[in-house]
Protein backbone atom coordinates (compact mmCIF):
# COMPACT_ATOMS: atom_id res chain seq x y z
CA UNK A 1 0.00 0.00 0.00
CA UNK A 2 1.25 3.14 -0.73
CA UNK A 3 0.17 6.53 0.27
CA UNK A 4 0.70 10.15 -0.62
CA UNK A 5 0.44 13.10 0.57
CA UNK A 6 0.44 16.80 -0.60
CA UNK A 7 -1.14 20.63 0.38
CA UNK A 8 1.18 21.27 3.30
CA UNK A 9 2.90 24.86 2.84
CA UNK A 10 3.49 28.43 4.57
CA UNK A 11 0.14 29.85 6.02
CA UNK A 12 -0.56 32.55 8.58
CA UNK A 13 -1.81 32.43 11.96
CA UNK A 14 -5.58 32.16 11.87
CA UNK A 15 -5.70 30.50 8.29
CA UNK A 16 -6.84 27.40 6.97
CA UNK A 17 -5.12 24.59 5.39
CA UNK A 18 -5.88 21.63 3.21
CA UNK A 19 -3.99 18.37 2.54
CA UNK A 20 -5.05 15.54 0.75
CA UNK A 21 -3.65 11.87 1.02
CA UNK A 22 -4.19 10.08 -1.74
CA UNK A 23 -4.22 6.17 -1.12
CA UNK A 24 -6.07 3.11 -2.81
CA UNK A 25 -6.93 1.43 0.41
CA UNK A 26 -10.18 -0.48 0.07
CA UNK A 27 -11.23 -1.60 3.50
CA UNK A 28 -9.28 0.06 5.94
CA UNK A 29 -9.61 3.08 7.79
CA UNK A 30 -6.94 5.85 6.88
CA UNK A 31 -5.67 8.28 10.08
CA UNK A 32 -3.54 11.77 10.00
CA UNK A 33 -0.54 12.29 12.17
CA UNK A 34 1.27 15.37 12.86
CA UNK A 35 4.83 15.55 14.07
CA UNK A 36 5.51 19.12 15.91
CA UNK A 37 9.37 20.11 16.65
CA UNK A 38 10.26 18.40 20.21
CA UNK A 39 7.08 16.33 20.19
CA UNK A 40 6.28 12.95 19.24
CA UNK A 41 4.02 12.12 16.33
CA UNK A 42 0.45 12.74 17.65
CA UNK A 43 -2.70 11.17 15.76
CA UNK A 44 -5.39 13.55 14.93
CA UNK A 45 -7.72 12.32 12.76
CA UNK A 46 -9.14 8.91 11.38
CA UNK A 47 -11.99 7.95 8.62
CA UNK A 48 -13.67 4.50 8.42
CA UNK A 49 -13.50 3.39 5.23
CA UNK A 50 -16.99 1.73 4.69
CA UNK A 51 -19.27 4.24 6.20
CA UNK A 52 -17.21 7.46 6.43
CA UNK A 53 -17.12 8.01 10.14
CA UNK A 54 -14.23 9.95 11.91
CA UNK A 55 -12.97 10.20 14.91
CA UNK A 56 -10.62 13.30 15.94
CA UNK A 57 -7.81 13.47 19.11
CA UNK A 58 -9.68 15.72 21.53
CA UNK A 59 -7.42 18.93 20.50
CA UNK A 60 -8.08 19.08 17.39
CA UNK A 61 -12.11 18.79 17.62
CA UNK A 62 -13.61 21.65 16.24
CA UNK A 63 -10.80 23.25 13.79
CA UNK A 64 -9.76 19.75 11.83
CA UNK A 65 -12.14 17.93 9.60
CA UNK A 66 -11.49 14.72 7.75
CA UNK A 67 -13.59 13.86 4.82
CA UNK A 68 -13.11 11.77 1.40
CA UNK A 69 -13.56 10.98 -1.72
CA UNK A 70 -13.56 7.21 -2.41
CA UNK A 71 -13.83 7.67 -6.32
CA UNK A 72 -10.50 9.40 -5.90
CA UNK A 73 -9.18 7.18 -3.27
CA UNK A 74 -8.18 10.42 -1.51
CA UNK A 75 -8.56 11.63 1.95
CA UNK A 76 -8.80 14.99 2.97
CA UNK A 77 -7.55 16.85 6.19
CA UNK A 78 -9.24 20.22 6.46
CA UNK A 79 -7.41 22.29 9.13
CA UNK A 80 -9.17 25.61 10.52
CA UNK A 81 -7.53 28.68 12.78
CA UNK A 82 -4.11 27.40 12.60
CA UNK A 83 -2.01 27.93 15.35
CA UNK A 84 1.80 27.98 15.14
CA UNK A 85 1.35 24.66 17.44
CA UNK A 86 -0.30 23.14 14.67
CA UNK A 87 2.94 23.40 12.17
CA UNK A 88 5.18 20.19 11.56
CA UNK A 89 5.23 17.50 9.35
CA UNK A 90 1.28 15.85 9.01
CA UNK A 91 1.45 12.03 7.50
CA UNK A 92 -1.26 10.11 6.31
CA UNK A 93 -0.98 6.23 7.70
CA UNK A 94 -3.52 3.17 7.28
CA UNK A 95 -3.43 -0.25 9.12
CA UNK A 96 -4.71 -3.46 10.44
CA UNK A 97 -8.49 -1.81 11.16
CA UNK A 98 -11.49 0.06 9.43
CA UNK A 99 -13.65 1.18 12.75
CA UNK A 100 -11.65 3.91 13.41
CA UNK A 101 -13.24 4.59 16.46
CA UNK A 102 -13.24 1.32 17.97
CA UNK A 103 -9.61 0.22 16.92
CA UNK A 104 -7.54 3.69 16.72
CA UNK A 105 -8.85 5.68 19.82
CA UNK A 106 -5.81 5.52 21.24
CA UNK A 107 -3.59 6.27 18.17
CA UNK A 108 -0.91 3.63 18.71
CA UNK A 109 1.80 3.37 16.34
CA UNK A 110 1.96 0.03 16.29
CA UNK A 111 -1.69 -0.58 14.85
CA UNK A 112 -0.67 1.04 11.64
CA UNK A 113 1.32 -0.62 8.62
CA UNK A 114 1.24 2.16 5.88
CA UNK A 115 2.96 5.38 5.98
CA UNK A 116 3.07 8.44 3.45
CA UNK A 117 6.08 10.49 3.65
CA UNK A 118 4.59 13.23 4.91
CA UNK A 119 3.50 17.57 3.92
CA UNK A 120 5.14 20.07 5.84
CA UNK A 121 3.09 22.95 7.45
CA UNK A 122 4.53 26.08 8.68
CA UNK A 123 2.57 28.53 10.18
CA UNK A 124 4.18 32.21 10.24
CA UNK A 125 3.26 35.77 9.70
Known amino acids: VQLSESGGGLVQPGGALRLSCVAA?????ICWFRQTPGKEREGVACMTKSDRTTYYTDSVTGRFTISGDNAKNTVYLDIDNLTPEDAGVYSC??????????????????????WGQGTQVTVSS
Open 25 to 29: VDDKA
Open 93 to 114: ATGKYDLAALYYSDFDLTDFTA
